[in-house]
């Protein structure tokens, strides 16, 4: 499976557990289908579920005028697992995951959605960049 076939994947897991409180595997399995899973696309369902505290601390430190309870599912889906690859995923670069981030956003979020995804994610990066 290619990265960005995962990724969708994993976003889709995500959301899934996000509104109805799933087993990761279980919304992998869902959202797969018939499909064979991928080693990629576990990683990011199982590692966002299991670092969601930290993952949520540096979305919500960098979030202006909104908490994380009221931004929409998918931007929060999408902003959950790109913090975490950026966070926890040290061979991918930056960049990749942002704009493979961004690309999610323009194709399941709304209007707007994809700037919002970038100017956060941006931030992250930035203070994840200083340490």
Same mark, same amino acid.
């Given at each position: 499976?290619?990265?960005?076939? %995962? =990724?969708?994947? %994993? ?5 899934? @557990?996000? =509104? ?5 595997? /279980?919304? @992998?399995?869902?959202? &797969?289908?018939?499909? /064979?899973?991928?080693?990629? &696309?576990? #990683?990011?369902? @199982? ?8 993952? #949520?601390?540096?979305?919500? /430190? ?7 309870? =009221? $931004? ?5 889906? @999408? $902003? =959950?697992?790109?913090?975490?690859? $950026?966070?926890? &995923? ?12 961004? /690309?999610? %956003? ?14 956060? &994610? ?5 203070? $994840? %960049?200083?340490?």
């Amino acid at each position: 499976m290619k990265r960005r076939t %995962a =990724r969708e994947k %994993a976003l889709q897991s995500l959301f899934q @557990i996000d =509104r109805s409180q799933i087993e990761p595997i /279980e919304a @992998i399995r869902y959202t &797969l289908e018939d499909d /064979e899973s991928d080693p990629f &696309l576990e #990683d990011l369902v @199982i590692g966002t579920t299991k670092n969601l505290i930290e993952i #949520d601390k540096h979305i919500s /430190e960098n979030l202006e005028k909104w908490t994380i309870e =009221r $931004l929409g599912n998918i931007d929060r889906s @999408i $902003l =959950r697992m790109a913090t975490y690859e $950026l966070i926890f &995923l040290e061979d991918i670069p930056y960049s990749v995951s942002m704009d493979e981030a961004i /690309e999610l %956003a323009k194709k399941f979020g709304d209007d707007t959605s994809s700037k919002f995804i970038n100017s956060v &994610l941006s931030k992250i990066k930035n203070k $994840l %960049a200083q340490k």
